[in-house]
């Protein structure tokens, strides 16, 4: 069964870092690109950052951009999103997507985890 878990959510202060994890199994993640993806209350999901099956192609969204930092570790199947300097603003819940872009099309989500950033 296809599953990714997210983990490392949490509360944490302005200013503060925070890494989340996202364990992938049942697909072959080495060629599936990797993304997080968050959504605070009211405001649609958005894209946050994605990696690309070579790992040397990265995309930020401007919001994070300098702050955040994706990476993948393909021998244990998990992508990473280190955050830093943490405002309010990035509250939301974060998701872990794998999609597989260039083959089968194929989709995939984890559950989500919460990040809440408040003094």
């Known amino acids: 069964q296809v599953q990714l878990v997210e983990s490392g959510g949490g509360l944490v202060q302005p200013g503060g870092s925070l890494r989340l994890s996202c364990a992938a199994s049942?697909?072959?993640?080495?060629?599936?690109?990797m993304s997080w993806y968050r959504q605070a209350p009211g405001k649609e999901r958005e894209l946050v950052a994605s990696?690309?099956?070579?790992?040397?192609?990265?995309n930020y969204a401007d919001s994070v951009k300098g702050r955040f930092t994706i990476a993948r570790a393909n021998v244990k199947n998990t992508v990473y999103l280190e955050m830093n300097n943490l405002e309010s603003e990035d509250t939301a819940v974060y998701y872990c997507?794998?999609?597989?872009?260039?083959?089968?099309?194929?989709?995939?989500w984890g559950q989500g985890t919460q990040v809440t950033v408040s003094s």
């Open positions: 997507n794998a999609r597989d872009n260039f083959y089968t099309r194929k989709e995939y």
């Open positions: 990696i690309f099956i070579t790992g040397g192609r990265t």
């Open positions: 049942g697909f072959a993640f080495s060629f599936y690109d």
